[in-house]
């Protein structure tokens, strides 16, 4: 009797971890999950690929044929008539542009188009200076009841290279849940989602180096996390470097140049597509003005690296303030001076 109830305990002799790493999105796409039955398990990691291109067939601003094109292509011209899943989207994305105070901006790609990382392209100040008033997410016009979108300025274009990766992987883990999976990790470039925990012990989410990104041994900290998405932004993604300056793929919309205020920036929340939308912001606003906005919104955290290699991390993940003595004067008076916050590390 007991010896039955054990076997019934015990998982199926075949559960095992199952991965597939594959080139979608123009990125890495990594799914890691564990399985009851392997052979499920790779159904499942099927699944989810193919969710990957079929996203990135809807809104990859590299292909000519996508839905995301033909916006490009018309909506300066007339209202364009938009997929739901894409108009939602692109309308979520302005959301994002209001809490990040205008970092985050699908219209960025105005400017953006001008670069071309791997040919060491920028654009001359003089072609930033024609190009950048098409840039400004408030001259999306949207027409919630048709599904119709229209660019307000001439010039405008949209790219949604800095969400749809996030959203891609919220979509995997949906797959993989409604397929009864509990642990598993999907990957997109920079935005990771975590399912479950890692049997028993959370998952560790490694912070590159940015001098030396691909050196697994020169993370600059590893953070354990369960059931929550990050996302990574850094300057070493796609870049190349001229005259001591780095241009990189993330573009302050308001000039129209890299935005270098930080090396990279991590956000941790419920899902990859607003840790996606969020992690951007650093770059154009600063680490301090980000970390207000961050530090404001309970179920979020961020870790930054500042160009001079400091490490500053939200409140969430700092050792909690030292409590104030119980006096009575303490209990009515002010708070305690700044002084006794602990340094950030
Ligand atoms: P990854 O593609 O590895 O997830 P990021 O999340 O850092 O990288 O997103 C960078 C991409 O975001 C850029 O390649 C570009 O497509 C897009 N992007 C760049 N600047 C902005 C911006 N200011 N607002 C919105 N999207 C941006
Ligand atoms: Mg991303």
Redesign the pocket.
């Known amino acids: 009797m007991s010896l039955s109830v054990l076997a019934l305990a015990a998982p199926p002799a075949r559960a095992a971890w199952v991965d597939r790493t594959e080139a979608i999105m123009?990125?890495r796409i990594y799914v890691q999950l564990w399985a009851d039955d392997p052979d499920q398990g790779a159904a499942a990691i099927e699944a989810v690929m193919a969710e990957m291109r079929r996203i990135d067939a809807l809104m990859s601003?590299y292909k000519p044929d996508s839905e995301l094109s033909r916006i490009n292509q018309r909506a300066g011209y007339e209202p364009v008539q938009v997929d739901p899943e894409l108009f939602d989207l692109i309308k979520l994305?302005t959301h994002f542009s209001q809490i990040t105070l205008g970092?985050?901006?699908?219209t960025?790609?105005s400017v953006?188009y001008l670069y071309n990382y791997p040919l060491h392209v920028h654009p001359t100040e003089e072609q930033i200076r024609t190009a950048l008033p098409a840039v400004n997410w408030r001259n999306l016009e949207f027409d919630a009841t048709h599904h119709t979108i229209r660019f307000g300025r001439p010039g405008m274009r949209i790219?949604?290279?800095?969400?749809a990766?996030?959203y891609a992987v919220d979509r995997g883990v949906a797959i993989l849940k409604a397929r009864g999976i509990q642990h598993a990790v999907v990957t997109?470039?920079?935005?990771s989602r975590l399912l479950g925990d890692h049997l028993g012990r959370p998952w560790l989410v490694s912070i590159a180096n940015p001098d030396d990104p691909h050196n697994p041994g020169k993370v600059v900290t590893r953070i354990p996390l369960s059931d929550a998405a990050v996302?990574?932004?850094?300057d070493y993604?796609?870049y190349f470097d001229e005259n001591g300056v780095r241009y990189h793929?993330?573009?302050?919309?308001h000039t129209g140049h890299s935005?270098n205020k930080v090396r990279s920036a991590t956000i941790i929340g419920p899902t990859a597509t607003q840790t996606?939308g969020l992690?951007?912001t650093a770059?154009?606003l600063g680490p301090e003005k980000t970390l207000e906005i961050i530090d404001h919104m309970p179920a979020f955290d961020a870790v930054f690296v500042t160009p001079a290699g400091r490490m500053l991390y939200s409140n969430g993940l700092r050792p909690p303030k030292p409590r104030p003595a119980r006096t009575p004067a303490a209990a009515n008076g002010p708070p305690p001076a700044a002084s006794s916050a602990p340094p950030a590390h």
């Open positions: 123009g990125t601003h994305s970092a985050f901006d699908i960025y790609a953006g790219d949604l290279g800095g969400i990766k996030g997109a470039g920079g935005d996302s990574t932004s850094g993604e796609r793929h993330i573009i302050d919309p935005a996606d992690s951007k770059f154009v």
